[in-house]
């Protein structure tokens, strides 16, 4: 380190070499080189190797935990087809599935393509109350931050798992675990900043055609507590 400089520049080499550096080694404070590849790079071999289908499959997981309903009657996550959503006369929130996201005043996106289909089908009729279904799309940037934070989270898992057979040493494990749990705490928190745009269908009834309204949703609670929230402000 030369006079004059910035020691945040240091820790800033530092961090980056540990995060691309195959053979660096950190513990409190303490950096070193090994012959033997660093657990980090292990992981970089795995979260490229995560399947699109693993983690879209971890992220309904996580979706399908959120019990609360809100003010609906029921939230349906990721439903395979128009006929799971019941066609009643109660409200209920579908929240679409990761292949279906949503850009901004955007009329052709997938989200609105597969909220069209659930709105005006009920299996092999068309659906009557088809003022009691609203939606939740993902917004499709951010959808790319919350996919490389579910990666992380199964590569780490995996790691953790497979940890007698390479052979981890107690630090190595020490890691894998903090790092699984901060890529868990991060894909937990990335769902609702991700899962932002209610999708509002309505009809004037002189006018034939289905008008449709986006709100962002924001707040506190799980994703049907906040489209609930928002929702009854939407309405207002």
Do not use: C
């Amino acid at each position: 380190m030369l006079p004059g400089e910035s020691s945040a520049l240091i820790g800033d080499a530092l961090r980056r070499m540990s995060e691309h550096s195959a053979h660096l080694y950190t513990e409190a404070g303490r950096y070193w080189f090994d012959t033997q590849a660093s657990v980090l790079q292990t992981a970089r071999d795995r979260i490229a190797q995560v399947t699109e289908d693993q983690w879209q499959m971890e992220l309904l997981a996580r979706l399908r935990e959120q019990k609360t309903r809100g003010d609906f009657a029921g939230v349906h996550v990721a439903p395979g087809s128009d006929a799971d959503v019941a066609d009643e006369d109660r409200a209920r929130l579908v929240i679409l599935g990761p292949e279906h996201p949503h850009t901004s005043k955007t009329d052709g996106t997938a989200a609105r393509a597969a909220a069209a289909q659930i709105l005006e089908r009920h299996g092999s009729g068309p659906r009557r109350y088809r003022n009691m279904v609203v939606f939740l799309a993902p917004d499709t940037t951010r959808l790319g931050e919350l996919e490389q934070a579910l990666r992380q989270y199964l590569a780490w898992t995996s790691i953790e798992n497979d940890k007698e057979v390479l052979g981890l040493t107690p630090h190595a494990m020490r890691q894998a675990e903090g790092q699984r749990k901060a890529a868990s705490e991060a894909a937990s928190q990335r769902i609702p900043e991700t899962y932002q745009w209610l999708l509002v269908p309505s009809q004037d009834k002189d006018a034939p055609g289905v008008v449709w309204q986006e709100t962002k949703v924001g707040g506190q609670g799980t994703l049907a507590e906040r489209a609930s929230r928002n929702l009854y402000e939407f309405s207002a």
